[in-house]
């Protein structure tokens, strides 16, 4: 296990730069998380520019897990969602550096992830992983409930449709509804 600390991350450059480059790392794998095989750096950093105005704006909470000045993880937290859903939040971009899987990193940033839902107000997490090579059993093992399949619903980095699996999770003490 890491020496792992959970923190929110800023706009720092090296703090960039390890984003991009574990995105780009992921999809490099066939990580589906949105993106196509080749990513450049310069475009994942693109991204991250992106998502940490959002961030900035209140729209989102991005995770890192740390290993010393090793970002070894990562989890986003939406929070910007339609006037009728309030109580809801989505789950996503969530990787871990390859050398890193199975010890841990992903299920500490989630748990961190649903705690600051919570204390956000949000009592209802979603989110969709890729039914080829995804992360179902790590969502399952941490109490979401599956939902159901999106066939073809996305490209996978290397080419070639995949679906989606949706699943959800209550927290916080949720109201039912």
């Known amino acids: ?34 993106f196509m095989h080749p990513l450049t750096p310069e475009d994942a950093a693109t991204f991250w520019d992106g998502a940490q105005a959002a961030a900035e704006r209140g729209e989102r909470i991005i995770l890192g897990g740390w290993n010393g000045p090793q970002l070894i993880g990562t989890v986003t937290l939406i929070l910007n969602t339609p006037p009728n859903q309030p109580h809801r939040a989505e789950i996503a971009k969530m990787m871990t550096r390859p050398e890193w899987r199975g010890q841990g990193v992903a299920t500490a940033l ?30 399952e093992s941490a109490g979401y409930s599956f939902a159901g399949e999106l066939p073809g619903y996305a490209l996978k980095p290397h080419g070639g449709l995949t679906g989606t699996w949706l699943y959800w999770k209550r927290v916080g003490g949720a109201a039912q509804g």
């Open 1 to 34: 296990m890491p020496d792992l600390q959970i923190k929110l991350l800023s706009a720092a450059p090296d703090t960039r730069a390890q984003l991009a480059a574990m995105l780009v790392e992921t999809v490099a794998q066939g990580g589906s998380v949105g």
């Open 110 to 139: 989630l748990g961190r992830a649903e705690a600051l839902a919570v204390e956000h107000g949000r009592t209802l997490l979603v989110l969709d992983t890729a039914s080829d090579e995804g992360t179902a059993g790590l969502y």
